[in-house]
């Protein structure tokens, strides 16, 4: 029997059924329970309250951002392993989107309103970059994870000490986009010039200043 083959309109139905998931958190499924699974929360002031979830709801923008990134390369990447490699990537991305929600729920807080904006840009980005080519998608997603990882060691160190749950949650992710990064530039990804990441950067605090808030 032949294979039905994939078609733009197939490709973009799904891609559709994806960014619903991203944005509405229904129908995501994490393939590993959360780090903080079995730890008792414990008693935060309520400024300590109001900045945990300050620091949480902006890791949650990133990893709305990491989907649209990974989802928009995908859909243009031009070799099959570099499309393989940005899905599963992805799917990781999933658990640290779904941990992260579960912890502002605890927290009493909300996800950020500006996500769906967020999302728009970091898909197009995506998209540009796997049309540019595979070198600069994996280049693009190696220096996205080395903000990614700088944003969250700045958070560890911000957290109450006595926050442990959100704390294991943040740590396993650093573990996760570390390796992102790593074997995007092991599958020949480009190392990017210190004047883009910096550029990067400014773009990132914008991003983080304003989920933070809102």
Request: hydrophobic share 35%; with cysteine.
């Amino acid at each position: 029997m032949q294979k039905r083959r994939i078609s733009l309109l197939d490709k973009l139905i799904t891609e559709a059924d994806s960014v619903m998931k991203t944005l509405t958190s229904r129908g995501n499924q994490p393939s590993r329970s959360s780090p903080s699974q079995g730890h008792r929360d414990s008693a935060l002031c309520e400024p300590e309250r109001k900045h945990v979830a300050g620091l949480m709801r902006v890791n949650h923008t990133g990893e709305v951002c990491a989907q649209a990134l990974y989802q928009g390369q995908a859909l243009t990447a031009k070799l099959p392993e570099v499309r393989e490699e940005m899905r599963q990537a992805a799917q990781e991305e999933v658990d640290h989107l779904v941990w992260c929600e579960e912890r502002l729920r605890e927290l009493g807080s909300h996800t950020s309103v500006l996500n769906p904006a967020w999302y728009g840009l970091s898909f197009a980005l995506g998209a540009i970059a796997g049309a540019i080519g595979d070198k600069v998608s994996l280049g693009f997603v190696a220096a996205t994870e080395e903000r990614v990882c700088n944003h969250l060691r700045d958070h560890l160190k911000q957290l109450p000490e006595k926050d442990r749950k959100s704390q294991l949650i943040l740590q396993q992710m650093l573990a996760d986009e570390q390796r992102h990064g790593e074997n995007a530039l092991e599958a020949g990804g480009t190392d990017f010039p210190q004047p883009v990441k910096d550029a990067m950067s400014s773009v990132s605090k914008l991003m983080t200043n304003a989920s933070y808030r809102i």
